[in-house]
């Protein structure tokens, strides 16, 4: 099957726009994972999606970023008012439960990311 | 707060030799998971390898084996016969089990690049 793919592989914006990044995960996959990696560093978590709703949103660096998961399937990463700072690769990952609880195996399949690029 | 050391920024290998890629830990939790993964230029984050805190043995897949000394708190990864297709940046990574925690926490990376 098909892995998790992310649209657009590219997005060059201007400071001060609006952007949104997609991702479609493996299906049957609960979990969805957004990470952000800066030029020369390794990924940072940003939020996860347990089904529709954001289990653990600690990693948004602030009110600017938000993401969305309305139908437990695709998710979109929303940035407000970009600025220079937030050019990175945006990456996601899904995977099949993703309530490892206890258990510290959680595989995470990423897909090839986002390459944003603010101006 | 669970955090990964990455000591090596970039490593060059001869095809056909094994190489050590280091990784280090610090978590004050007894229960977690490390992972390794590769990222090639194209950009996809490809998983490599896991070893579980509580696993006795030292974890292998194919050519990739961890080598996980955790009184050290380092679980370095050992790939043996390199091929030119190894050449990528490689993540190690963690992950706290406990409930509500999902994330992995990873490290800064190594460029490995294999010469022919």
């Known amino acids: 099957g098909a892995g998790v793919s992310q649209t657009p592989s590219n997005k060059v914006t201007e400071k001060g726009k609006y952007v949104e990044l997609r991702c479609d995960p493996i299906?049957?996959?609960?979990?969805l994972y957004w990470y952000r990696q800066s030029l020369g560093q390794g990924p940072e978590f940003l939020i996860y999606?347990?089904?529709?709703?954001?289990?653990?949103d600690s990693g948004l660096p602030n009110d600017r970023f938000f993401a969305v998961r309305p139908e437990g399937s695709v998710s979109t990463l929303k940035i407000q008012r970009t600025e220079r700072g937030d050019s990175a690769v945006y990456l996601c990952?899904?995977?099949?439960?993703?309530?490892?609880?206890?258990?510290?195996?959680?595989?995470?399949?990423f897909g090839p990311g986002t390459r944003l690029t603010v101006l | 707060a669970q955090k990964i050391t990455q000591t090596q920024p970039g490593m060059f290998v001869q095809e056909k030799e094994a190489v050590t890629l280091d990784c280090t830990y610090d978590?004050?939790?007894?229960?977690?998971?490390l992972f390794w993964y590769k990222q090639p230029s194209s950009g996809e984050m490809i998983f490599l390898i896991y070893?579980?805190?509580?696993?006795?043995q030292n974890a292998t897949e194919g050519r990739y084996s961890l080598n996980f000394q955790k009184a050290r708190k380092s679980a370095n990864l050992v790939i043996s016969a390199s091929q030119l297709g190894d050449s990528a940046m490689y993540f190690c990574?963690?992950?706290?089990?406990?409930?509500?925690?999902?994330?992995?926490?990873f490290g800064t990376g190594t460029r490995l690049t294999i010469i022919p």
């Open positions: 978590t004050s939790d007894q229960s977690y998971g």
């Open positions: 299906s049957g996959h609960t979990a």
């Open positions: 070893q579980g805190s509580y696993d006795e």
């Open positions: 990574a963690m992950r706290e089990a406990k409930f509500g925690n999902e994330k992995l926490t």
């Open positions: 999606f347990q089904g529709t709703g954001a289990a653990d």
């Open positions: 990952a899904s995977s099949l439960l993703g309530l490892a609880g206890e258990s510290s195996y959680n595989e995470q399949f």
